[in-house]
């Protein structure tokens, strides 16, 4: 059992519940890894994905659950099957037998101290290949700093720049704030963008903003901090692939798709901040893929 699930404060949610005593806090994970997928996936940036795809692991729960979470399956409903450490290591091994570019771990904020064995693990029986860090970003910088020399590429979201906006979504106050300290300590350990002979990134940061409808100005405010903070010193990835999940009584503008006309303003809007390293979705068929059912496959 681990130590840090006695009193869980891995997330700024910060519930103190004890995991290990069967106790569930907001994300609802227990003390067992719990995976939803274990796939090549082909959809991720280019330089992720690559011909060979990204070896992601999804996993089950989440710290956030924004209310259109299109993995509702995963981060609502907790979907997934319970795996050992022993295990975990083994599906990133086999990824790579796979021929994946990189293991991609996404939404693992709640299991960090699992999954830092179970990568510990997975190296000494073999695992090269860079590994990839996915999160929404609400995170406690601590946290993070555990994983400091198991993380080759951070690929963070920054959703929110308004508080108001945060906490309405995602229930998540004070989001922008841990985010972005949780996006600089990412940054310090691992530094500048690194790529192999073949475009595939290696190392770095590349930090997804996924653009919601109406709210075109809160998008602006994101990218002039990242630019203004980072410069050419990490990637940024401008998402038009917002998809209405359900109906919202008190939310009307997340009833609606993203506009054409919204997205060009957000990537114009870029282009004049002078965003040079960056990721944009030119039309239907850039968008991720949507992954319907979470069964444990490949699990």
């Given at each position: 059992?681990?130590?840090?699930?006695?009193?869980?404060?891995?997330?700024?949610?910060?519930?103190?519940?004890?995991?290990?005593?069967?106790?569930?806090?907001?994300?609802?994970?227990?003390?067992?890894?719990?995976?939803?997928?274990?796939?090549?996936?082909?959809?991720?940036?280019?330089?992720?994905?690559?011909?060979?795809?990204?070896?992601?692991?999804?996993?089950?729960?989440?710290?956030?659950?924004?209310?259109?979470?299109?993995?509702?399956?995963?981060?609502?409903?907790?979907?997934?099957?319970?795996?050992?450490?022993?295990?975990?290591?083994?599906?990133?091994?086999?990824?790579?037998?796979?021929?994946?570019?990189?293991?991609?771990?996404?939404?693992?904020?709640?299991?960090?101290?699992?999954?830092?064995?179970?990568?510990?693990?997975?190296?000494?029986?073999?695992?090269?290949?860079?590994?990839?860090?996915?999160?929404?970003?609400?995170?406690?910088?601590?946290?993070?700093?555990?994983?400091?020399?198991?993380?080759?590429?951070?690929?963070?979201?920054?959703?929110?720049?308004?508080?108001?906006?945060?906490?309405?979504?995602?229930?998540?106050?004070?989001?922008?704030?841990?985010?972005?300290?949780?996006?600089?300590?990412?940054?310090?350990?691992?530094?500048?963008?690194?790529?192999?002979?073949?475009?595939?990134?290696?190392?770095?940061?590349?930090?997804?903003?996924?653009?919601?409808?109406?709210?075109?100005?809160?998008?602006?405010?994101?990218?002039?901090?990242?630019?203004?903070?980072?410069?050419?010193d990490i990637f940024i990835s401008i998402m038009n692939q917002y998809t209405v999940?359900?109906?919202?009584?008190?939310?009307?503008?997340?009833?609606?798709?993203?506009?054409?006309?919204?997205?060009?303003?957000?990537?114009?809007?870029?282009?004049?901040?002078?965003?040079?390293?960056?990721?944009?979705?030119?039309?239907?068929?850039?968008?991720?893929?949507?992954?319907p059912s979470f069964n444990g496959e490949g699990v």
């Open positions: 059992m681990e130590k840090a699930f006695d009193s869980c404060t891995l997330c700024p949610r910060n519930c103190k519940v004890n995991r290990n005593n069967g106790e569930l806090g907001f994300c609802k994970a227990s003390n067992k890894l719990k995976i939803g997928r274990a796939a090549p996936h082909y959809w991720e940036e280019p330089c992720l994905s690559g011909k060979n795809g990204s070896g992601t692991i999804f996993f089950s729960n989440c710290n956030l659950k924004c209310i259109f979470c299109q993995n509702y399956e995963l981060s609502e409903e907790c979907k997934g099957k319970e795996v050992t450490i022993k295990r975990f290591s083994e599906i990133c091994l086999e990824l790579q037998a796979k021929g994946c570019h990189n293991i991609n771990l996404v939404t693992p904020t709640h299991y960090i101290p699992l999954i830092k064995k179970g990568l510990i693990k997975a190296k000494k029986m073999g695992l090269k290949i860079p590994i990839i860090y996915n999160t929404s970003s609400y995170e406690n910088v601590e946290s993070i700093k555990e994983l400091d020399g198991l993380i080759d590429i951070y690929l963070p979201d920054l959703k929110y720049y308004y508080d108001d906006l945060a906490i309405a979504y995602s229930a998540a106050p004070n989001y922008f704030s841990y985010a972005t300290e949780a996006i600089e300590e990412m940054v310090r350990q691992v530094g500048k963008p690194v790529f192999d002979k073949d475009g595939i990134m290696q190392k770095g940061v590349i930090v997804r903003h996924l653009i919601l409808p109406s709210r075109t100005y809160d998008s602006k405010r994101i990218l002039e901090y990242l630019y203004e903070t980072y410069h050419d999940v359900k109906k919202f009584k008190n939310f009307e503008e997340l009833n609606k798709s993203l506009s054409k006309e919204e997205y060009d303003e957000v990537i114009d809007y870029a282009l004049k901040l002078g965003i040079k390293n960056g990721f944009i979705q030119e039309d239907e068929t850039d968008k991720a893929s949507f992954i």
